[in-house]
Nanobody, 113 residues
Framework: QVQLVESGGGLVQPGGSLRLSCAASGTILRIMGWFRQTPGNQRQLVATMTREGSARYVNSVKGRFTISRDNAKNTVYLQMNSLKPEDTAVYYC?????????WGQGTQVTVSS
């Protein structure tokens, strides 16, 4: 059973930075990444990265967020720079292997002055 444990959320002022981390137990996941969700809305893809290092981003975060992986530690990171109030959401770690999806418990990111 794969478990994903996130850390690194919090409150930051507009223009600030945060780094999210997510450690996975068990096997190395083929895809790892991050989604986010605001109240009343569907969970939205933020960024994903394959085991081989191919990254994908939603347009609204390109140039501001950077996803990275450490396969030896089975950990994925999301470096978030130039944060905006509209980035406020619960961020969920995501993993996929053999057509099975895994989710973390979520971590709150709030961007506010």
């Amino acid at each position: 059973q794969v478990q994903l444990v996130e850390s690194g959320g919090g409150l930051v002022q507009p223009g600030g930075s945060l780094r999210l981390s997510c450690a996975a137990s068990g096997t190395i996941l083929r895809i790892m990444g991050w989604f986010r969700q605001t109240p009343g809305n569907q969970r939205q893809l933020v960024a994903t990265m394959t085991r081989e290092g191919s990254a994908r981003y939603v347009n609204s975060v390109k140039g501001r967020f950077t996803i990275s992986r450490d396969n030896a530690k089975n950990t994925v990171y999301l470096q978030m720079n130039s944060l905006k109030p509209e980035d406020t959401a619960v961020y969920y770690c995501y993993g996929q292997n053999d057509d099975t999806d895994y989710w973390g418990q979520g971590t709150q990111v709030t961007v506010s002055s």
